[in-house]
T-cell receptor
Framework: GNSVTQMEGPVTLSEEAFLTINCTYTATGYPSLFWYVQYPGEGLQLLLKATKADDKGSNKGFEATYRKETTSFHLEKGSVQVSDSAVYFCALLTGNQFYFGTGTSLTVIP | NAGVTQTPKFRVLKTGQSMTLLCAQDMNHEYMYWYRQDPGMGLRLIHYSVGEGTTAKGEVPDGYNVSRLKKQNFLLGLESAAPSQTSVYFC??????????FGPGTRLTVL
């Protein structure tokens, strides 16, 4: 079946630290991959996406590369800020359904 | 352009009561979804719709019903609420091969 596995949190980092949140997937066919972010009390917002193998999605300093050979879509940011504190969800789209990971909570401390 | 809106934002029910959650989108999207979000479990798909007049079951459909009478609206009903349905409910809409856009959520407590 289709599923997404992402690293469990919570993750706590100091400001300007390097961030990696791991995401791997299982899917039939050729899914599109997404990272969503959820700030406290809000709905999910698209952070970035990639629609085919080797594509790199990027936004607001975050990046993720669609790796078909390792079925991964790890999220990275070189220097996190306090304002990046949120919950991050990895997701895949195949057919007409999205599948979400369980979310990784990130807290950035000054 | 309001995007995806949900009403109500908060609701408290007693066990056995019924209610309807309304989702509306103004982006002319064909696809609409209802999810529930519970701690440690991420988002789980309840029901979805691929167009006006169509609905389909997701991962956790039991205890819920939906209707899509108009393209822009997707209603989620609880006929007899149970404490296990205490959750945050999110609606989303999309085109087939593109991003899902989420509403702000409805926080439901069933006592």
């Amino acid at each position: 079946g289709n599923s997404v596995t992402q690293m469990e949190g919570p993750v706590t980092l100091s400001e300007e630290a390097f961030l990696t949140i791991n995401c791997t997937y299982t899917a039939t066919g050729y899914p599109s991959l997404f990272w969503y972010v959820q700030y406290p009390g809000e709905g999910l917002q698209l952070l970035l996406k990639a629609t085919k193998a080797d594509d790199k999605g990027s936004n607001k300093g975050f990046e993720a590369t669609y790796r078909k050979e390792t079925t991964s879509f790890h999220l990275e940011k070189g220097s996190v800020q306090v304002s990046d504190s949120a919950v991050y969800f990895c997701a895949l789209l195949t057919g007409n359904q999205f599948y979400f990971g369980t979310g990784t909570s990130l807290t950035v401390i000054p | 352009n309001a995007g995806v809106t949900q009403t109500p934002k908060f609701r408290v029910l007693k066990t056995g009561q019924s209610m309807t959650l309304l989702c509306a989108q103004d982006m002319n999207h064909e696809y609409m979804y209802w999810y529930r979000q519970d701690p440690g479990m991420g988002l789980r798909l309840i029901h979805y719709s691929v167009g006006e007049g169509t609905t389909a079951k997701g991962e956790v459909p039991d205890g819920y019903n939906v209707s899509r009478l108009k393209k822009q609206n997707f209603l989620l009903g609880l006929e007899s609420a149970a404490p296990s349905q205490t959750s945050v409910y999110f609606c989303a809409s999309s085109t087939l091969t593109d991003t899902q856009y989420f509403g702000p959520g409805t926080r439901l407590t069933v006592l």
